[in-house]
C-alpha cells in the first residue's frame, strides 16, 4: 500500500482551474479474481489510484499496476477506516485535482455497495464517472455453492435485503417480513450474519415454514468458502456453533435444496487449490 494520506488531502484544497477527471466505479466481483469482467480488469490495469473497499481480495488488487497508489476505505462493522461522506469528499478531491480516480468496490457497486450514493454525489458536483458493473456477491456465492437463485419448480423470484440490525436495536431489522415470508421466491440476505436469530425468526412468525432449506455462505468463491446448510429453524444455532463471520451472506427458499445434488456433480470442476468446509443440520 502506498503512503497516500486521505485525510491530509481532505484538509487540501483542490487545485484550480482543472477540469475533473474520470471516476470509476468498478465492480470487484465476489471474490474470486477469475470473475472479473474484462471491462474491469482492463480498469485495473490503467489504473493510477484506487480507493478500494474491505472485501476486495488481494488477488484482484493484483490486476492493479505496481506504481499505481493504492487507498483503503474498507469498512466493516464497527470499524469504519473513513466515513462514507468523506470516501465521497475524497473521490470528489481528487477528480477536481485532475486525477482519475478508481472507485474499487466489492461485488456489485449498484447493489448494497453504496455506489449509487458515490455516483449521485459525482453527478451533483458535475464529475464525469463510469460503472463497471461486477458479478454480484449473491449471484457468485449461490453459484459457487451450487445454489440456484431461481428455478421453476422452486422460485420464480429473487429479493436481495440488507440484514443490518436498527442502530440501538438488538432485535429489529427494517423490513417487509409479510412479504418476504411469501412462498415460492428466494431471500438473500446481505450483511445478516449479527442478526440470523432475528430473520429467522422474524420469517418464522410471519408464515414461513421452520422445515425452509437455509444456507449461509461463508467467504464465497474463495479459497477457504465454507457453506453450512439446514433450515430456517436451525440455520442460527448451526451459524453460532460453527463460528461463521462476516463476510457472509445468506440464502432462503427451497432452491437451497438443490446444493447436494448440483454441488456434489459439479465437485470435479473445483477451482484449483480450493478446499470448501461443509456442514450440514437438519
Not at 224 to 246: C, F, H, K, N, S
Amino acid at each position: 500500500m502506498s503512503d497516500f494520506e486521505p485525510l491530509r488531502c481532505l484538509r487540501a484544497d483542490p487545485t484550480g482551474g482543472l477540469r475533473p477527471a474520470c471516476v470509476t466505479l468498478v465492480g470487484a466481483g465476489p471474490g474470486d479474481a477469475e470473475l472479473l469482467t474484462v471491462k474491469a480488469v482492463r480498469a485495473l490495469a490503467a489504473a493510477r489510484l484506487v480507493l478500494y473497499d474491505h472485501l476486495v481480495s488481494k488477488d484482484v488488487l493484483g490486476f492493479v499496476p505496481r506504481e499505481a497508489e493504492l487507498v483503503y476505505v474498507g469498512k466493516e462493522a464497527a470499524h469504519h477506516t473513513l466515513p462514507q461522506r468523506d470516501i465521497i469528499e475524497l473521490m470528489l478531491h481528487l477528480a477536481r485535482s485532475g486525477r482519475p480516480v478508481v472507485r474499487l468496490k466489492g461485488g456489485d457497486p449498484y447493489i448494497f455497495g453504496r455506489g449509487g450514493e458515490e455516483a449521485q454525489a459525482l453527478a451533483a458536483a458535475g464529475v464525469p464517472f463510469e460503472v463497471i458493473p461486477g458479478i454480484s456477491a449473491a449471484q457468485g456465492a449461490a453459484a459457487s455453492a451450487g445454489i440456484p437463485l431461481t428455478h421453476r419448480d422452486h422460485a420464480a423470484s429473487v429479493r436481495f435485503v440488507a440484514g443490518h440490525l436498527r442502530d440501538g436495536a438488538a432485535d429489529a431489522i427494517d423490513l417487509d417480513w409479510p412479504s418476504l415470508a411469501a412462498p415460492r421466491q428466494t431471500l438473500v440476505v446481505y450483511m445478516g450474519v449479527a442478526a440470523l436469530p432475528v430473520i429467522c425468526a422474524q420469517l418464522i412468525q410471519h408464515g414461513l415454514d421452520p422445515a425452509t432449506p437455509a444456507a449461509v455462505i461463508e467467504r464465497a468463491t474463495l479459497p477457504d468458502e465454507r457453506v453450512l446448510t439446514g433450515t430456517v429453524l436451525g440455520l442460527p444455532t448451526l451459524a453460532l456453533e460453527q463460528r461463521v463471520r462476516a463476510p457472509a451472506l445468506i440464502v432462503i427458499g427451497s432452491v437451497v435444496s438443490l446444493r447436494a445434488e448440483l454441488s456434489a456433480a459439479a465437485a470435479s470442476a473445483t477451482r484449483p487449490g480450493a478446499r470448501p468446509l461443509h456442514a450440514v443440520a437438519a
